[in-house]
Structure formats: C-alpha cells, structure tokens
C-alpha cells in the first residue's frame, strides 16, 4: 500500500548554508547556449525519467571537498548515477554519499577561454567525473574525454561515440551537433516537441473527425438498408395476403398460367 501523502514536500537537499547555491554568474549568456543547455538536460532527465537512482540536473554547484565552499564548479549539465532524484540547491558530494557525479557536460559560451576550459578539465578530472563532454555550439565542435587509467582521456574522433554511461550517441558529421537517444530518436529542442506535439495533436483531431464523419456515413447506410429492408418486408406481407385473397376466392395463387 503506498504512503497517503500529506502536502508536505521533502527537504530540499543540497542547502547547507556553509554552501552557497549560487556563484551570482548566470545560467548561459547567449540564446544557442541557452538551447543546448535545456536540450540535453530535458532529453537526458526524460530518458532516466523512469529510475529513481538517476539525478540529472543544469547549473548546479557542485560542492566536491567536504569543508571546503571555496572549491567548486557549476557544470552546465551534470548526471548522477547512484543518487536519488529531487531538487537541490546546490550538490554536496560527502553528503550525496561520496559520489561525484560522472557525466559532465559543459556548453560553451562565446566568452569562454581556453585557461578557464582548462581548469574546468583539470576540477573534473580531479574529483573524479567519469565522462566529460566540451561542447562550442558556435563552432559545432565536441571533445569527448573518458576516464581511462584513473585520468580522463580525450576520445580522439569523437563522430558516432557512444557514451559508456548514458548510452545516447553523438553524431557530429552534419552542420549542428546531432545526439541520439539509446532507443534511436534524435534529441528535440523544446520548441521541436512543442512543435511536434501541436502537428500530433492536429493529426489526432483530424482523425477524430475523419472517424465521426466515417461513422455518420455508415450511420446513414445502415438507416437507409434497415428502410430499404421494411419495406421489402411490407412488400412481402402484401403479396402473402393477396396470395391468400386468391385462396379464398377459390383460386390457386401457384397454379401455373394456362
């Protein structure tokens, strides 16, 4: 029997206050970054939507030395194996059990340099992250690295890479970087599903009213043969009482004609 809930919503994890939430820079700060920042959060938290030991989230603090506020970075995209879901101001890792979250994603800015992609690799790199993903949508440029031998390795051609953790694969051979669901669909842009579900909705209703103008046809023949069969029915009982007028009358109805 599951539990009766009560209104009351649980703790918001991850609000420490020796931990700040914020580190005051914001989320993205053009619209193409924007894009692909929701893009890849709502198609990855979707495809886990179903486990309840997956935690993905966007522009998250991430908090990796126990008393220590100072060290920290605020992946665009990040997904935690092994940790329950729920919103956090911030993510603790000694207090998500130890565990850093292994797949990073960061979007780039146009005002992002190489010095500070840099240290981005090397805090990843350090704490732990298994899978680190550098995307530059202006330039439609991915570097892909893996942890190999206890250090994260770039993958060196990474069209048609496979991620080892989340299992959708990137495809950058076209003009815009193209990532695919375990299942085979193509990640959608919010716009896109909205778009996608207004031309669904659309073709549902044309259905519906295709199937109520279908039903009124046949409606419609159904009335006309159930008239078409009365009346051959009163046909048919007219002809069996002059048949047995003729009877009366002393005159066989199926006697043949002379």
Known sequence: MGTTATGTPPPLRGMNPLYPCSD?????ENGLQYQWV???HSNLDDIFAANPD???AADNLIYPVEGDAGIS????VYVAFGRPKGHRGSYIVHEEGGVFPQVVIEVRSPNNRAPEMARKLAFYDRHGAE???DF???KNRLVVYVRAGGALAEVPNPNGF???RLGVRFDTSGPELAVYRPTGERFLTAQQVMDARAVAAAEAEAERRRAETEKRRADAAKRRADKAAEQADAAAQEVNRLRELLRAAGIDPDAPAR
């Not at 005051?24 to 993205?28: F, N």
């Not at 970075?73 to 665009?76: E, F, I, K, M, V």
């Open 131 to 133: 899978e680190y993903y």
């Open 73 to 76: 970075q605020a992946p665009d």
């Open 136 to 138: 530059d949508p202006q």
């Open 24 to 28: 005051g820079m914001p989320m993205a």
């Open 162 to 164: 496979v991620s080892p």
């Open 54 to 56: 997956v935690f993905v």
């Open 38 to 40: 929701v893009t890849l």
